[in-house]
């Protein structure tokens, strides 16, 4: 039955929220509180007659105190309301009440009209019906008038299966509102399109005001606002110095209070203790976007990690984006724009090329590189601490920013891994992203997916990996301006011998094949003319996936006229020609084309590397990237006999148990397990030569005895291992064995019902800093641990994925008839690495899962020993649920 009193429970701090509108701008959501009154009142006289029409059915002109005390005074369990707040006012509020069948509400909305068509009501049904799902509701209803169709449009295009009907001049709704794939894409859509927006308002700025500026040379302040005069910034730039009346002619204001007209973005360089104050005046203002180049918050230590949260919470709440603080700036090359608010006195010329960097002290130097490579970009940004804007917001903008065809990301740390992982991915369907990022992993159970794992995790992914800074812009430089290889195919040709067969050697250590009729020396004294035969032959061959030019210059023409057939053969050609020409590094200036209508390099012009060597690496990058590309996305499949809900019932009973976490084995996990599908083994942990027979006895012979210890476990040489026990004789037996050859009176066995024999395998979860939960699979043994060999995706997995895994490792072929074996059920195998990445993406507290032994053979699985360690999550995984900013 409906809630009509408010119980004592504690106001739910969680639900608090700040989201992204649909135009770009922020709020804070948050749960009604009572002293919330009179901000409804004033909410309520700020409705037109039609809002208030819409929302109650009646004029409605004041709401009675009676109304406004159940509207305020909640249970946040069976009734619970949310309010949008922006500046000090409400602008929003949704709700839902308990109907009289438990699992079942009834929800409302009502937006002021000056906020109407900015998507908040659907941003609150998502927070909405993330409340009522903990509560226990998952079925929302609602009546609506007919002529409310933006509000009907609300539950009907958020993914929901809505069931409509009419009855007494009411429209209907009834929905269910858990989490499927179709909600989940509207969500991810959503989300999308909302956060490239707010960056698209800070790209595109009409107007700038630099707070900050000195009347003299100097200061940050000073060198963007110089820097924005002279990129030609085509739209108002203004300079705020109270104790200046104009910086260089241009008139300066005391406070961007004070500046009339719209301001759209503020870059703020006033010393750290002002800056407060300054995001105030700024809030005022209404300004769209900052961006703090100040220094002296989080990297100090805590007390600046408290100050830089509380500018980004007022930011937030009033509208307002943040790119940093101790950030380096942002650019638009735009000629539409032409907009240089960063510290470097120059950026590069226009180009193809999206730039994300977190660190600013390395900003000058990477700007610089991508200049004298001329590799020219699109638009540039650097977040710094990364308290708001982070590098998953910049690829949601270039997802479908005509001006950018690749992405390149200097990253130390990832916020989101989840989110990035999901995000690239699809990104790079669309566009290639290059990332140079240290490698760094939470241990879990084991130690991690290494380097190998790692660098397959980036390739399923389809994100390009950079080892180093020069190696980022040497693939950056072959993907924005000649077309992706189309197989590994590649013709080397050269005007000399040695560096033909160095540059052969180069490219198939890098796994590209070099067919011996396309190892081509066209010798030393080659003239312009048979250079151009020989390339315009290779571009044509169908055979030939890619072309390295190797060349070093003829004694009698000058080096410019083969530098004019490389541009003009790769000007057009269908398939990548790249060159290490000169032993030049970047785009030379006679192998460049030039768009003389952007002013900038165009597709066509042909990249130049300094060795062969990185010629052939950034070739082999490449082709694997676009192997991927081409490759069709996999699909995540429905599986059967899985129950989250009980999942999380029996993590979070653990929890309670244990809130500083725990480890559980064998039949405790498989609980778990089991809530995914996955059945383990049953076995019995026990100790005493007694209680050996007791449990062979419950289980039924035959028995395997084993130590309980997995590293004895591993000792079989030393007989801490006994299968096949049939008799409780040979129990007894067993147990001394163990005890004897441990060097333990009295050591825990495992006792377990021998299971058929197949190929012994492992499946385990770790979570790593880059992709979050990730998935590894690979034969067991000694010698495989040895070597690593383990192949590594990140959860969820699709079918494609858990396929992948399967015939990754090294050892692999043991799987599927190795020496006239017969191969295991496959199918099995794909199914248990599907079960394992659900329940690691859908359980965050999940920390680490190992199943070791599983035996895999032609009539399926065994799984004989489960790990899995149980952790509260630190903070609420930002990747799932509603739409949030961290």
Not at 169 to 186: K, N, S, Y
Not at 505 to 524: F, H, I, S
Request: glycine share 8%; aromatic share 6%.
């Amino acid at each position: 039955m409906a809630h009509d009193e408010a119980v004592d429970k504690p106001y739910p701090e969680h639900r608090q929220a700040d989201v992204v509108l649909s135009d770009g701008g922020t709020v804070h959501i948050r749960p009604i509180r009572p002293e919330d009154a009179d901000g409804i009142v004033a909410l309520h006289s700020r409705f037109s007659d039609r809002t208030r029409y819409l929302r109650y059915f009646s004029p409605y002109p004041r709401i009675p105190p009676r109304d406004l005390k159940r509207f305020t005074e909640v249970d946040h369990a069976g009734r619970e309301a949310l309010v949008a707040v922006l500046g000090s006012d409400l602008i929003a509020v949704g709700r839902y009440e308990q109907l009289s069948e438990p699992d079942t509400a009834e929800v409302a909305f009502v937006v002021e009209d000056a906020h109407q068509g900015r998507g908040i009501a659907s941003v609150m049904l998502e927070h909405l019906a993330e409340a009522a799902r903990e509560e226990g509701i998952t079925r929302f209803v609602a009546e609506i008038l007919p002529q409310n169709g933006a509000m009907i449009r609300v539950f009907t295009d958020a993914g929901y299966d809505v069931d409509r009907s009419f009855a007494d001049g009411v429209v209907h709704l009834t929905f269910d509102t858990r989490e499927t794939p179709q909600v989940l894409e509207v969500l991810h859509d959503r989300e999308r399109r909302t956060e490239a927006r707010s960056i698209r308002r800070l790209m595109n700025p009409s107007a700038v005001a630099v707070i900050g500026v000195s009347r003299t040379d100097g200061g940050m302040g000073r060198a963007v606002f110089d820097n924005i005069r002279e990129a030609g910034f085509t739209g108002q730039l203004h300079p705020v110095n109270p104790s200046a009346p104009e910086i260089d002619g241009v008139p300066s204001f005391a406070s961007v209070r004070d500046i009339p007209g719209q301001v759209d973005l503020a870059v703020i360089a006033v010393p750290a203790a002002s800056v407060q104050a300054v995001v105030e005046d700024c809030a005022a203002r209404q300004v769209a976007g900052l961006v703090i180049l100040t220094s002296g918050f989080a990297e100090t230590g805590e007390e600046g990690a408290r100050a830089q949260a509380r500018l980004v919470e007022m930011a937030r709440i009033n509208g307002m984006r943040v790119i940093g603080p101790n950030c380096f700036g942002l650019a638009n090359t735009d000629p539409a724009v032409s907009l240089n608010a960063t510290l470097a006195p120059h950026v590069p010329g226009r180009g193809r090329v999206g730039f994300f960097t977190q660190s600013g002290a390395l900003g000058i130097a990477l700007l610089a590189e991508v200049d004298r490579r001329g590799l020219g970009i699109s638009t540039f940004a650097s977040a710094g601490n990364r308290a708001d804007v982070s590098g998953n917001d910049l690829l949601q903008y270039w997802r479908d920013d005509p001006a950018t065809d690749v992405v390149m990301m200097y990253l130390e740390t990832f916020g989101n891994p989840r989110k990035f992982t999901r995000v690239a991915r699809g990104l790079a369907r669309r566009k290639p992203v290059v990332v140079l990022k240290s490698r760094g992993v939470t241990p879990g159970l084991t130690g991690g997916p290494g380097e190998r794992g790692l660098q397959a995790l980036y390739r399923a992914s389809g994100v390009i990996r950079a080892e180093a800074l020069g190696e980022m812009f040497n693939i950056g430089q072959l993907l924005a301006y000649q077309p992706l290889p189309t197989g590994r195919r590649t013709a080397v040709i050269g005007n000399s011998a040695v560096l033909v067969a160095l540059a052969t050697d180069a490219c198939e250590a890098n796994r590209l094949e070099v067919p011996l009729d396309w190892r081509v020396d066209v010798g030393p004294n080659v003239t312009p003319d048979e250079l151009r035969d020989a390339l315009r032959s290779a571009v044509a061959a169908t055979g030939i996936d890619a072309v390295l030019v190797v060349f070093v210059p003829a004694l009698a023409v000058p080096e410019s006229a083969y530098a004019d057939v490389l541009r003009e053969v790769g000007a057009d050609a269908r398939i990548p020609v790249i060159a290490s020409f000169l032993a030049a590094n970047g785009m030379p200036e006679r192998l460049r084309r030039v768009d003389p209508e952007q002013a900038a390099i165009a597709r066509g012009s042909v990249p130049s590397y300094a060795t062969p060597e990185a010629a052939a690496r950034t070739l082999g990058k490449v082709a694997t990237y676009a192997e991927w590309r081409s490759t069709p996305a996999g699909l995540l499949p429905s599986l059967a006999d899985v129950d989250p809900g009980r999942a999380r019932t029996i993590v979070g009973r653990t929890l309670d148990k244990h809130p500083e976490g725990v480890d559980l084995e064998d039949n405790e996990a498989a609980e778990l397990l089991a809530a995914y599908g996955v059945t383990v083994w049953p076995s019995h942990r026990v100790v005493g030569a007694d209680a050996v027979v007791a449990a062979a006895s419950e289980l039924g012979y035959p028995v395997a005895v084993k130590a309980a210890d997995e590293t004895l476990r591993h000792r079989a040489d030393l007989g801490t291992v006994r299968l096949d026990v049939d008799s409780p004789r040979d129990a007894r037996a067993a147990y001394h064995g163990i005890a004897a050859a441990s060097g333990n009176p009295n050591p825990t066995v495992l006792v377990q019902r021998m299971a058929r024999g197949g190929v012994v395998c492992v499946a385990e979860v770790v979570q790593d800093t880059a992709f979050g939960p990730v998935v590894g699979f690979g034969l067991g043994g000694i010698a495989t641990e040895l070597i690593g060999d383990r192949a590594w995706r990140a959860a969820p997995l699709t079918d494609r994925d858990a396929a992948d895994l399967l015939r990754e490792p090294l050892a692999s072929p043991m799987l599927f008839g190795y020496r006239g074996a017969r191969p295991v059920d496959a199918a099995a195998c794909e199914d248990l690495l599907l079960r394992v990445g659900a329940l690691a993406d859908e359980l965050p507290a999940l920390r680490a899962l190992t199943l070791n032994p599983v035996l895999a053979s032609p009539e399926g699985i065994t799984v004989l020993h489960a790990t899995v360690r149980i952790e509260r999550p630190a903070a609420p995984r930002l990747d799932e649920g509603a739409r949030r900013l961290r």
